[in-house]
């Protein structure tokens, strides 16, 4: 009895055993599922707030420009959606022309000064352009939906566009600017995005404008 009894608790643990193994293995591919959507979540995003006085967006904007005055600043509307690497962000501003045109001279040399300094092994190197672009500006490979309250009229809007070239592949990151005062309601507006493998021109096709940078030796 002893002899039965024995190989009865043998078999019981056995059985737990393999069922245990089957039961993680029927549930591996579901759990590396579940973790993956888990890792993958914590580069995506977005963030929006609308009609902020000055200072209070100043407060949540990293993006804030030094030289802004948030007294000059009547309101702000900003959405952000962002992925792992790429990213699209709106503005619409209520506020003085002189902190109008220095917001605008602070992103668009930002964007210059950014794109240039971030050629690496990774890149072949970086094609920019300032120039002038009738509005609504594009909204080129956006991350997320435009918000509603982002309804840029139909006027010159100043732009700054980049091509990151990746080495020894026919792709990049497309980076733009996009800014607009509307003098008649007081408003600027703004589209600033990046995104891996958009392809704003050919390779060595920059739009005409003010070129500040270009890839030495193209083929």
């Keep these: 009895m ?21 039961g993680v293995f029927v549930l591996a591919p579901v759990l590396c599922v579940l973790f993956l959507m888990n890792l993958l979540s ?17 407060q949540r904007l990293s993006a804030w420009p030094e030289g802004v005055d948030a007294e000059e600043v009547e ?19 209520q506020l003085s022309a002189d902190a109008a045109s220095t917001w605008m001279n602070r992103i668009h040399r930002r964007q210059e000064d950014w794109s240039k300094q971030s050629v690496d092994p990774l890149y072949e190197g970086c094609e920019g352009v300032h120039r002038t672009i009738t509005g609504p500006p594009p909204q080129h490979r956006q991350a997320g939906d435009t918000p509603s309250w982002w309804t840029p009229p139909g006027i010159d809007f100043r732009t700054t566009e980049v091509m990151l070239w990746y080495t020894n592949y026919d792709s990049g990151v497309g980076r733009a600017t996009y800014s607009a005062f509307d ?20 390779h060595g096709s920059i739009p005409a404008g003010d070129v500040f940078s270009t890839i030495e030796n193209d083929t």
């Design 2 to 22: 002893a002899g039965n009894g024995w190989r009865t608790v043998r078999t019981d643990v056995r059985y737990l055993f393999y069922a245990g193994c089957a």
């Design 42 to 58: 914590g580069f995506a995003g977005e963030s929006e707030f609308t009609q902020l006085s000055g200072s209070a967006a100043r």
């Design 75 to 93: 309101s702000v509307s900003y959405k952000v959606e962002y992925t792992r690497d790429s990213y699209s962000a709106w503005y619409r501003l």
């Design 183 to 202: 003098q008649s309601t007081g408003v600027l507006w703004v589209y600033d995005y990046a995104s891996q493998h958009d392809i704003l021109w050919p």
